[in-house]
């Protein structure tokens, strides 16, 4: 365990990299995948079972916890950790997206924002400071700058505008977020799908100096092709000695790219959403549970995966308990999609210290191929 | 292991008993309570969860099972032991009681029952040869004959008309059940709350010869002392080298005084359903985890529990997760509540093999007095 929050970078393969986030909570191996824990619970899954799929960190947001149990509330019952049973590290959001895209009443000022609570409609406040706040009480180890996010798509003098604004949030962040031993703040990239507005927000971020970088404002809408563009001109302009974040990122295909873009780190609800509506993702593509021709189906959901779903049941007992909504569905088709999605970056950890990663990413996005075609009924 | 299915009872104190059903998939300690696995699972857990909180036995239903995803699917499949990765005993009902309150159009004859499925409206149908067709094709090691449940409360005559029909279609249950070894056939006793019927219905199937006797019809709005007062007055005619199973009780208190009066074996949804719905069983009486008191409470559920919830987390996070329905709470609620009922089971067995059943009921039934007048808010 190391006391303080490092970044060791043990190989690259073009690109792409591989390393080693120290923190005193315990390493995280990058390429990572960072299962989502909203609500200080990663939906239907024990903090066990989560450690289980080779998770090394989760993700907690913060607009969700700062209304429900509350921050102050956390700290006192000792940390969202504690709270939740999760002794690895935990990343959390500033809330401003979920803000953006969950809250009611939004108000944007310089100071922040105000908005109305998506449960009961109360009044709250978020600024640069409370923000950071919050994420000090809750005890998170990666502390995310709140910045603005901006709706897809956005003109580029809309863009430029919310990026100075998040700038300046940039860098009140960082101030609040002081000295705080063992622990991260990241600051996140903006600028739409303008390079030199991402390159200056980039640049913007180095001088104020964070312990890693995530790029923002991705996965929108904007399509897979322009989220890639976006990266080839953002990824370059970032200190090879930091870790890179690509937020709300995204399908196997979306990672496997972008970790050939040079990112280490990613979260996305895709797979815990999923496996609550019966769909897995496997080696050989993605499959609907409640498809009817599963029913009779002996064979275990994927073969090469050792998690408790493909390891104890058929698919057919799988598209039972999908058909007849039965909690135990969500439990196993998350601990799959889960372990898959673990899985694959272990796979591309391998393959990048082994200098082979495109011949991996392109085996993966064959056989995600083929599947995709031969299950269209 | 046995290759047969035996009863042997082990002690007996005042009119309760404790032993062992040996069965050729393993012993079941009774007085036993059965998790109920509806659906092919018991609801929000786990196979080796259930088996983790004492459970010997789990309870099927043929009603759900024969209409989703179907007996001979299931027969085809390697039976419902591996269909759903339970490979201890299965206790199954005949579908009766659950076509009486769940199906649509019921028609009831000399034949069977006629009705329509609640999932899709399809036609189906129900005789006593065809429950135990069902239930030797799900591979059922405890099959109960079809009988017919009459609503309450009904008129002496009503209740001696359904029960001359349940002792005819008894008798053809048995015929249908043939010879299966290892396996096991119960009769179940009605009557009402007509001590007469019940002797006679307890003589009846005594003299067609069953390896077990359930006692139905209670826990239908009679209330817990007409209940008892039927125990008293049907227990003494069911013989003591079989096992006794009380159908769909009960609260715990029930279930003390069930055991009191001589009864083995016990099913029931409340300690799942209860789960589900924020509700926990403890040594200190039922609480309502949505409770605001609970809010800040940094404490374990029950200080003496070994199950996860109360080892692993406080009331506060129990409280959280319950107020923003997520699936943990159902789990975890759920896991607690199991183990409870089973570690009640397990203080009956012991109580009784000491001699102190009295005693120990006593201890029970006063702690859950206490709290249930101090949470009366």
Known sequence: MSEQFTFELTGVDGAARTGIVHTPRGDIRTPAFMPVGTAATVKAMLPESVRSTGAG????????LMLRPGAERIARLGGLHKFMRWDGPILTDSGGFQVMSLAKLREITEDGVRFHSHIDGSPEFLSPERAM????????????????????????????????????????SKAAFGVQPGRACFGIVQGGVYPHLRRRSAEHLIDIGFDGY??????????????????????PHLPAGRPRYLMGVGKPDDIVGAVLRGIDMFDCVLPTRSGRNGQAFTRAGTLNLRNARHVDDSGPLDPHCSCPACREFSRAYLHHVVKA???????????????YYQDLMAGLRNAIAAGGVRDFAQTCLRSWGAETASSAN
């Open 325 to 339: 909504n039965e909690i135990i569905a969500a439990m196993l088709l998350t601990w799959h999609n889960l372990t």
């Open 214 to 235: 995530a790029v923002g404002g991705l996965a929108v809408g904007e399509g897979q092709s322009v989220m890639f563009e976006v990266l080839d001109v953002t990824v």
């Open 57 to 64: 960190i989760i993700l907690g947001n913060t607009y969700h």
């Open 133 to 172: 706040e919050i994420q000090r009480l809750l005890g998170s180890d990666i502390q995310m700058v709140l910045d603005e996010c901006p709706a897809f798509p956005a003109t580029e003098a809309q863009i430029e505008s919310s990026l100075a604004l998040s700038m300046r949030w940039a860098k009140q």
